[in-house]
T-cell receptor
Framework: NAGVMQNPRHLVRRRGQEARLRCSPM?????VYWYRQLPEEGLKFMVY????????ESGMPKERFSAEFPKEGPSILRIQQVVRGDSAAYFC????????????????FGEGSRLTVL | AQTVTQSQPEMSVQEAETVTLSCTYD???????LFWYKQPPSRQMILVIR??????QNATENRFSVNFQKAAKSFSLKISDSQLGDTAMYFC???????????FGKGTRLHILP
């Protein structure tokens, strides 16, 4: 099954450490989206990337968070100096069309990475 | 800004019954998409059904159908002949036409009881 792959599935960090979450989109997809899900909440958009390009990062906190999607390799969501409030499930999704999800509206999600900050 | 509201945090129904999940949204846009996504306990989100706002006909996918009321900004999901595998969180979602952000509601946790 060549679905959206996220790793690690679970990550525990102490306050002040760095967290790196990885996402490999479905084969042939070049658009990646990151969403954050807090407990008992819906998913909140964070960032939308194409290869080597950040298209929309309007949902990304201004500090400590960054994302990239290099020409080769997975997309990385990086959280520096984590705090307890960063504890959440982080979902990656990819879309099948060259123009993003505007044409189909369908996102294909990974199983998420659950970050716990102690 | 667009918002999506799901007023039912949790629901339970018996297997084989029909259940309707409510969703309302707020937007000033005329052209947009609406979705219902399912998140089973395994946590992988799956698209259940999609509705394009310019289409008057309600979308249907097997046992899943929607009641789209554009004027009322309402988009409910009906699950007929519910099955145990329908147990999941269901998220209503909105996307502006030609946009790339999907906005999700807080979800309704649905339990199908044997």
């Amino acid at each position: 099954n060549a679905g959206v792959m996220q790793n690690p599935r679970h990550l525990v960090r102490r306050r002040g450490q760095e967290a790196r979450l990885r996402c490999s989109p479905m084969k042939g997809h070049s658009h990646v989206y990151w969403y954050r899900q807090l407990p008992e909440e819906g998913l909140k958009f964070m960032v939308y990337l194409q290869k080597e390009n950040i298209i929309d990062e309007s949902g990304m906190p201004k500090e400590r968070f960054s994302a990239e999607f290099p020409k080769e390799g997975p997309s990385i969501l990086r959280i520096q100096q984590v705090v307890r409030g960063d504890s959440a499930a982080y979902f990656c999704a990819s879309s099948p069309r060259s123009s993003g999800i505007a044409n189909t509206g369908e996102l294909f999600f990974g199983e998420g990475s659950r970050l716990t900050v102690l | 800004a667009q918002t999506v509201t799901q007023s039912q945090p949790e629901m339970s129904v018996q297997e084989a019954e029909t259940v309707t999940l409510s969703c309302t949204y707020d937007t000033s846009e005329n052209n947009y998409y609406l979705f219902w996504y399912k998140q089973p306990p395994s946590r992988q989100m799956i698209l259940v059904i999609r509705q394009e706002a310019y289409k008057q006909q309600n979308a249907t996918e097997n046992r899943f159908s929607v009641n789209f009321q554009k004027a009322a900004k309402s988009f409910s999901l009906k699950i007929s002949d519910s099955q145990l595998g329908d147990t999941a969180m269901y998220f209503c979602a909105f996307m502006k036409h030609r946009d790339d952000k999907i906005i999700f509601g807080k979800g309704t946790r649905l339990h199908i009881l044997p």
